[in-house]
């Protein structure tokens, strides 16, 4: 899994950033040891796995309740007043709302407040973190019944929802804002949600080299690179490395859940979002009211997660291969070749120009593919992109180095992402150890999926030298009885290369005959929900408003694909601008 390269709108950067040129700046030098303060005397996984497992989860459960016996209290004491369903501000649901701090740069009519978790649920009286929470009050529009808390996870993992709020105010989502509080957080780890870093955001010099066909010797300086990584990660986080993993994102969600004063989640997960609701679901099932998983990741325990990193590799290739198909049919525009060989061929005229002479000093290859997977990612994206190509090709790089350069105003944002990332994905489960197996696998897969295959390798390697020493073992999802889990909503692109729709296949087998899918076919765009396929909101809102389904497996016509636009009306083109972002899953 990986996340998508940023994308902003005007109200909120909902997307983080993590991408191959990030990958391709991380480390040669180790950074500066730094102990994350919040967490200080925490101590490393240090029992038997059973019964730790164990004991974080009655840990879990003590500390729900105590949540539980709290929302009751703040709900006693807002029916004591003048019997308004949604204050603006105070204490609601166990959690204190009031105005959000101006870091978070959300408007006025977002309530924010702060959840106390432990950072390990075996200690649930031991060293606390606090996770921030936002949210806009259900309207109650035209007589609508309240139906509780929406809570989203926008995936990742390593991306924030504190702008999930703001998805009310959408055209799309006036229905569901009606019955429904819209509730985001940062996960732990995320923004100001106790902040896990693993190098000085500085580090990160740019332009990046990244060659298409590695040598020995390149190989060498990124195994060092992944090394010094890991190294800066141990440093930087100290004891509370860890606990950064899927499971305590979904007990830190079952307190969320309890402090919203809610007995059942209604949950939207998005891209490894997905995987966190499969694994709530796995761990309380009978805590589950309704979930929507957008873009499915594989609950396979044997593909989480070295193995679902080959699969997206290959889901990328296709991708690609639809982006360029796209640009070929519009060769009439951007001049670029009338077959999807020939863009190829004029995008590497462009990586080989770049590997020269890196554009403004700022865009080499490595922020060329960043900005180029990203294309693989959402096909929202691709007239830009490809006018960019087309117009650097004709003498003018202006356009390429506004798409594709690094802003180093979110260069902080952009590492804190990825020690996430890397934390969650490394401490899930256990991953190859030996140089040897990666090079291997990777090699095979780049004969046949080169645009993606090591720049992804090189993204996760930090895993091969994880200095935890007891990694976790993958959630078997679904395996307790389903019969307890009620109706759940999956919902897949076809095409989708970040999530492959294998995964959508294999999470609803494993959650059982209560779990319904909508396929958007032949579309494959990452996020299918919020705005850009009306068929797919309608199964999503009649699911959400009355908890029903169209039957086990519908599909919906995929949206259309993206018009082009001309060189000289690029300015006007759409990337990464649209409203719909803000439900824009990451993984």
């Known amino acids: 899994m990986r996340l998508p390269p940023t994308r902003h709108t005007a109200a909120a950067a909902l997307s983080l950033t993590l991408c191959a040129s990030a990958a391709a700046g991380t480390a040669g030098a180790e950074p500066v040891a730094h102990r994350t303060p919040a967490v200080e005397g925490s101590r490393p996984a240090d029992t038997e796995p059973t019964a730790r497992l164990a004991a974080e989860s009655a840990g879990a459960e003590l500390v729900a309740r105590r949540a539980t016996a709290a929302a009751a209290g703040t709900a006693g004491a807002e029916a004591a007043h003048a019997g308004k369903a949604h204050p603006a501000g105070g204490e609601t649901g166990g959690l204190v709302f009031g105005a959000c701090p101006g870091v978070e740069g959300l408007p006025g009519h977002v309530q924010c407040a702060s959840l106390r978790v432990p950072i390990d649920y075996a200690r649930p009286d031991g060293p606390q973190i606090h996770l921030t929470v936002s949210r806009v009050p259900a309207t109650g529009e035209h007589g609508a019944r309240r139906q509780g808390a929406l809570v989203s996870n926008p995936g990742g993992p390593g991306a924030s929802g504190m702008a999930f709020p703001l998805a009310a105010g959408l055209p799309e989502w006036r229905r569901v804002a009606a019955a429904y509080d819209f509730v985001g957080y940062a996960p732990r780890g995320v923004g100001r949600s106790a902040p896990l870093s693993c190098q000085d955001p500085a580090a990160r010099k740019g332009p990046t080299q990244v060659p298409t066909d590695p040598s020995p010797a390149y190989k060498r300086q990124r195994v060092a690179a992944a090394r010094a990584y890991a190294r800066g990660c141990a440093r930087r986080a100290g004891a509370a490395l860890p606990y950064y993993t899927t499971l305590n994102n979904a007990r830190d969600l079952h307190v969320l859940r309890a402090a919203l004063g809610e007995r059942r989640l209604t949950f939207m997960g998005g891209s490894y979002g997905t995987y966190l609701g499969a694994v709530y679901a796995t761990l309380h099932p009978g805590h589950v009211r309704r979930m929507v998983l ?294």
Request: glycine letters at 6%; a negative charge; charged letters at 20%.
């Open 294 to 587: 957008d873009s499915a990741v594989d609950p396979d325990p044997g593909r989480v997660w070295y193995r679902a990193q080959l699969g997206q590799v290959a889901a990328f290739e296709r991708r690609w291969y639809d982006f360029r198909s796209w640009v070929a049919r519009h060769h009439a525009t951007y001049r670029l070749g009338t077959t999807p060989e020939a863009v190829q061929a004029a995008y590497e005229r462009v990586r080989d120009a770049l590997a020269r002479t890196p554009a403004a000093g700022t865009v080499g290859t490595g922020e060329l593919q960043a900005a180029y997977l990203q294309a693989a990612y959402y096909d929202d994206v691709w007239p830009d992109r490809a006018a960019a190509l087309s117009a650097f090709l004709r003498g003018d790089p202006a356009e390429l180095v506004r798409q594709a350069a690094p802003d180093p105003a979110t260069a902080a944002e952009v590492e804190n992402a990825t020690a996430v990332y890397t934390a969650v994905l490394c401490n899930d489960a256990p991953w190859p150890g030996d140089w040897a197996t990666w090079d291997r696998d990777h090699t095979e897969l780049a004969r046949t999926a080169p645009f993606e295959a090591w720049s992804n390798a090189f993204l996760n390697l930090p895993c091969a030298y994880w200095p935890v020493r007891e990694r976790q073992r993958p959630v078997p999802v679904g395996a307790r009885p389903a019969a307890s889990l009620p109706r759940t909503l999956i919902v897949a692109a076809q095409r989708d290369g970040a999530t492959p729709y294998r995964g959508a296949l294999e999470l609803q087998r494993r959650l059982g005959s209560e779990a319904a899918l909508v396929t958007e076919v032949g579309a494959g765009s990452h996020g299918v929900v919020g705005g850009r396929n009306d068929c797919v909101d309608r199964h999503v809102e009649r699911y959400l408003l009355t908890g029903d389904t169209s039957g086990w497996r519908v599909t919906c016509a995929p949206h259309p694909e993206p018009a082009p636009v001309s060189l000289d009306d690029r300015a006007a083109s759409t990337s990464g601008a649209t409203p719909r972002a803000l439900l824009s899953p990451v993984v």
